[in-house]
């Protein structure tokens, strides 16, 4: 008989590891919050960083680590991640602008990204200006001596356009700014925005990483002194992934380039069809020779376009809602990068909170529709499509 009571034995029973020479093929979740230590000796060597070793799960989690080790190696950096993709978007900025630092944005940007740098940087007394980065010249003329962040994304939502990445990377140098991709919508699959001058890249691993819309989490990507800047403010605003998150994402993570492969070569065939409806007035995918920054893709992308498009169709508002409460398998989801094709309406979804004058000048119009395309057979996708299209 165990000499010790049955409430001590319910607390103190099943928390050794069990005995094994063996490892496990897959890592388990380790949903620790805090680590115990033998010694005030072996504590002060793991704060030291003399021996490895965990402390508590807001600072660093091996399953977390994990998934960030994954990232980076794809990325080609070292990376931290974040319970969101905003988590960690938001952290790369606090981590690098103080009071009276200017930031220049790329005017269209996902609408979470735009209401931070819209609405929160001023109480910081942070400075944002957005302007057209199509525009070489506007970009210079916004840049400021005290500019520390360009932010851009590789494929922008909604209109799918592809910057030049390198040019914008050469003008923010002369300030010593940080270039900042949010890489959501291409993953390192297409494009690694580090191998094209970038410093900081940003991702909502909630979409492509992740590829099954069953967990949330953000990374970022950088050199590892900025990493290290980086997880220090994590760590103090405490926007921690959970390890339960952190290891969905790396186990949907392995299929990555088997999916983004199947989601490119079925947008691009979605695209062609839409491209000559006669009910569509416009179609924005990357890979289409007619879309404007059709150059740009080509120079940085790889292994194809992605699997986002957008279009507009004729009717305004009223022209989309047809189509998309038409729809029958491919549901309204205002999100993206899952093994469904979905559809979301930007205008009122990711830009609703932008301005509807601002939101019409910079093409989120009412009749645009937007399009995760799934993995689904491409005739199938269209076929639902074409039915919907005809209630037009
Ligand atoms: C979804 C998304 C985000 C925000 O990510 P969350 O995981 O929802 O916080 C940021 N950027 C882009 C491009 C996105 O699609």
Not at 297 to 314: D, P, R
Not at 378 to 386: C, G
Request: glycine share 8%.
């Amino acid at each position: 008989m165990n000499s010790k009571h049955i409430s001590t034995l319910a607390v103190h029973a099943g928390t050794a590891s069990p005995a094994s020479a063996t490892e496990p093929k897959v890592l388990p979740i380790v949903a620790s919050s805090v680590w115990s230590f033998d010694s005030l000796a072996q504590l002060d060597d793991v704060y030291e960083n003399k021996v490895p070793g965990f402390v508590y799960s807001r600072i660093s989690n091996p399953t977390v680590e994990l998934l960030e080790q994954a990232v980076g190696m794809l990325e080609g950096g070292a990376a931290a991640a974040y319970a969101s993709g905003m988590a960690a978007i938001a952290t790369a900025i606090f981590a690098e602008v103080r009071q009276g630092d200017h930031i220049v944005a790329h005017h269209v940007l996902y609408g979470g990204t735009y209401a931070l740098l819209k609405n929160e940087m001023a109480k910081l007394g942070v400075e944002v200006t957005f302007v057209d980065c199509n525009d070489l010249s506007a970009v210079a003329q916004a840049i400021r001596p005290n500019t520390k962040i360009l932010y851009l994304e590789t494929i922008c939502n909604p209109l799918m356009e592809v910057l030049d990445i390198p040019a914008i990377v050469q003008l923010a140098r002369t300030v010593k700014a940080k270039v900042y991709v949010d890489n959501t919508f291409a993953s390192p699959y297409h494009c690694q925005p580090l191998a094209h001058g970038a410093d900081v890249v940003l991702h909502s691993a909630t979409k492509y990483l992740n590829g099954h819309s069953d967990a949330m989490a953000g990374v970022i990507v950088a050199d590892s002194d900025f990493i290290a800047k980086a997880k220090n403010v994590g760590t103090t605003y405490g926007a921690t992934l959970s390890p339960f998150d952190a290891w969905l994402t790396l186990r949907g993570l392995k299929t990555l380039a088997l999916r983004m492969h199947r989601h490119a070569e079925n947008a691009l065939a979605l695209a062609k069809y839409l491209q000559v409806h006669p009910k569509v007035t416009g179609v924005n995918y990357p890979g289409l020779e007619s879309t404007k920054t059709h150059g740009c893709a080509k120079k940085l992308l790889q292994n194809g376009f992605g699997g986002m498009l957008s279009f507009t169709v004729q009717g305004g508002l009223a022209g989309a809602r047809t189509v998309i409460d038409s729809l029958e398998m491919v549901k309204l989801v205002p999100s993206l990068a899952g093994p469904a094709t979905t559809t979301s309406h930007p205008a009122k979804t990711s830009h609703r909170a932008m301005p509807a004058a601002e939101r019409e000048a910079c093409g989120v119009s009412d009749g645009l529709i937007r399009v995760s395309v799934g993995l689904e057979e491409a005739a199938d996708i269209i076929a639902d499509f074409d039915q919907a299209l005809a209630k037009l």
